[in-house]
């Protein structure tokens, strides 16, 4: 006969108060009426189970556990891993984990509990942000797994929500435009989970954060704030959210035509609810604490194209940077500088500070890519112009610019005719 758990032995108990037959109560809980009957005979002559008067494996080791609390000057074990495997290493135990935690918990008191503070954020300071995934949404006729990437303001509770088809660096930087773009402003930081397109390893204060992102939040002018691993409470206002957005917002509710569709039903949607939610820190609806939000938000601005690969590099004297096996053209005035360049889903990006300076094609066949107009201009006070194009360079340019068809026949010719 299987052991019954401990609250189908309470269910008879109590049924046997109520008057339910042994047959009734074997029905309800799936065993057999003989389980019944001897369940509720025990419990009449008050028997105990007897494995709750056998001594415990871990009590011949009480005075090697005090030895220890001793030596460690606590008065109950705080970490009862770390004494199983000393138990282990010193003393030969043999048994569990799990045995030596209750018999800790039977002879010693619960360590003290630590409390955590409730901190209300200032406006302006900070959002949370996360992920949420949505498997199987019918988009343009054809079932996809969805993503929607939510970003709530803490003091407000004001929340974006955008969705997105991929979950890769490209689409995370997107995303983040399209939330601020919504927000209407830049908080002082972004509190993240430990994604992989925001912190490449370890997590939390410790994790090291992708170079990419955070190229893109140095751009946009925010501080990145990881949470400790395995605290969902610490960005517990965007779990909420996405919590009541998993059925007010749902995107099971019908089949979309496009994404772009479900994007713009999804924002006409938000707002309505962002007038009917209550905000706790000021106890208006969550649209007119934004409102008063706004004004301690950076304004947003030029949102940079998202990028996926990110390097430091710096201008050679032929006014090039390497990137990806290519090399690219930059103005002159920054030779001998360090400049970062972007991969953009379609772009080469080149910036000094926060400036775009140079834009190139991305992923051609080309190797070498030049723009002429990098090399001109006058001096600077840290660089000398390079020598314009003589004669020979503004023919060639010129034949060059040429179709085919009005290319002059003697092509030799007409350099010689300029070489004169």
């Given at each position: 006969m299987a052991k019954l758990s401990w609250e189908a032995r309470m269910t008879i108990r109590v049924l046997s108060e109520k008057g339910v037959s042994n047959r009734e109560t074997a029905r309800l809980l799936g065993v057999s009426e003989g389980t019944v009957r001897y369940h509720r005979r025990r419990q009449a002559m008050g028997a105990q189970d007897g494995r709750s008067l056998q001594q415990r494996k871990a009590a011949a080791f009480r005075p090697a556990i005090e030895a220890w609390l001793k030596a460690r000057e606590e008065s109950s074990p705080s970490n009862v891993a770390e004494l199983h495997q000393w138990l282990v290493d010193e003393h030969?135990?043999?048994?569990?984990?799990?045995?030596?935690?209750?018999?800790?918990?039977?002879?010693?008191?619960?360590?003290?509990?630590?409390?955590?503070?409730?901190?209300?954020?200032?406006p302006g300071a900070q959002a949370q942000a996360d992920w949420a995934v949505f498997p199987g949404v019918w988009i343009a006729g054809r079932q996809q797994d969805l993503l929607a990437f939510e970003m709530v303001l803490s003091w407000s509770r004001y929340p974006a929500l955008v969705w997105s088809l991929r979950k890769h660096q490209l689409a995370w930087l997107s995303v983040h435009n399209e939330a601020f773009r919504r927000l209407g402003g830049i908080p002082a930081c972004v509190r993240i989970d430990n994604e992989k397109t925001a912190v490449v390893q370890g997590a939390g204060a410790w994790g090291t954060i992708h170079p990419a992102y955070r190229a893109y939040a140095r751009t946009v002018r925010f501080h990145i704030d990881p949470c400790p691993p395995r605290a969902p409470q610490a960005k517990g206002k965007v779990e909420r959210r996405i919590r009541d957005h998993r059925s007010g917002l749902s995107p099971y509710r019908r089949h979309w035509e496009s994404l772009t569709e479900l994007q713009a039903e999804t924002d006409t949607r938000l707002r309505r609810l962002c007038r009917q939610r209550r905000c706790p820190a000021t106890g208006t609806d969550v649209e007119s604490a934004w409102q008063q939000e706004l004004a301690h938000l950076a304004p947003v601005p030029v949102l940079p194209e998202p990028f996926d690969l990110v390097a430091e590099r710096r201008v050679g004297a032929d006014c090039m940077v390497s990137f990806?096996?290519?090399q690219y053209s930059v103005p002159f005035?920054?030779?001998?500088?360090?400049?970062?360049?972007?991969?953009?889903?379609e772009t080469v990006q080149i910036l000094a500070g926060a400036e775009v300076v140079a834009t190139h094609p991305r992923h051609t066949e080309a190797r070498v890519l030049i723009d002429p107009e990098h090399f001109e201009g006058p001096s600077t006070d840290r660089v000398i112009a390079p020598p314009p194009l003589g004669r020979m360079g503004r023919r060639l340019q010129q034949i060059a610019a040429l179709v085919p068809e009005q290319r002059p026949v003697d092509l030799y010719a007409a350099l010689a005719e300029v070489a004169r």
């Open positions: 030969g135990w043999t048994g569990s984990l799990r045995a030596l935690q209750r018999y800790v918990r039977d002879i010693w008191p619960p360590p003290p509990r630590r409390a955590r503070r409730r901190v209300e954020t200032p990806e096996h290519r005035r920054f030779i001998g500088q360090s400049v970062e360049v972007r991969g953009c889903a």
